[in-house]
């Protein structure tokens, strides 16, 4: 077996508390930070693996972890699972309910089920990917980040979002995106309803790259070009304006 897939510890959640795991986690150590101008060669050390086994739908299970680890895990949890974490790269073989990954500030989540309603509220940076479905409230009020549903999502998705990305492979529910925020959703199925003000737009050459390697980071195959914009039409008239180009003062 190869050495980086080799858990250096493992946890049963079902008979850890929350302020145990996160005592645990916290304290395994992590290799040294690279330099930049490091002449070292490509032998860059892997930060250490955490398997998490015992579970069984816990709610708020592995969150506020702020260590940069892999966790990596079979099972379904339940509501707020990853919440509020930053720098940890998580690989669930299972489902979460409602609050997945809900603040999370850095890292990245992958998870290869389905989730529940409000994946990825509210959160600043990461990516978070599901491999299933997701239902309502995707990204509400996010405000950086990435977030890659390969199935379909639930309505309002991205209502009050103000920064960051969401890519749809599936279709959207009703009430799509939002007409005062500045969040793309990139979309390749059909949406029930749009937010009122927003409209879909074709992607420009610019916006092909960028999802091509938006999906690449999120580990998900898929042609950019399949995909079109959701964005605010005011938004879609100042880059007209603009050559292309938006203005900051679209709204």
């Known amino acids: 077996m190869n050495n980086d897939l080799v858990a250096c510890q493992t946890i049963d959640l079902a008979s850890c508390g929350h302020e145990d795991l996160r005592a645990a986690v916290h304290a395994l150590p992590v290799p040294p930070v690279q330099q930049k101008d490091s002449s070292a060669s ?18 708020a299970a592995c969150m506020r972890l702020r260590h940069p680890i ?10 707020f699972a990853f919440a509020c974490c930053s720098g940890v790269d998580v690989h669930l073989e299972g489902n ?10 850095g890292g990245r989540v992958r998870i290869t089920g389905s989730a529940g309603c409000g994946l990825g509220t509210a959160m600043t940076g990461g990516t978070v990917a599901i491999y299933g479905s997701a239902g309502s409230r995707v990204g509400a009020a996010m405000r950086g980040g990435s977030i890659f549903v390969r199935g379909d999502v639930g309505e309002d998705t991205g209502a009050g979002a103000l920064g960051g990305t969401i890519v749809v492979g599936g ?7 939002d007409a005062l925020n500045n969040v793309t959703v ?3 199925g059909s949406a029930a309803s749009l937010a009122p003000g927003v409209i879909e737009a074709p992607l420009r050459k610019r916006e092909e790259v960028r999802l091509g390697l938006l999906l690449m980071n999120a580990a998900i195959r898929g042609k950019p070009a399949d995909f079109r914009r959701v964005i605010p039409e005011a938004r879609w008239r100042a880059e007209e304006a603009g050559a292309g180009e938006v203005r900051p003062n679209w709204r």
């Open 42 to 59: 490509g032998d860059q050390q892997l930060p250490p693996l955490l398997e998490l086994v015992g579970l069984n739908g816990q709610h």
């Open 70 to 79: 892999r966790i990596h895990a079979e099972g379904n949890l339940g509501d």
């Open 96 to 105: 979460v309910g409602d609050g997945a990954c809900e603040g999370v500030s």
């Open 171 to 177: 279709n959207a529910g009703p009430n799509l995106g």
């Open 186 to 188: 990139f979309l390749r």
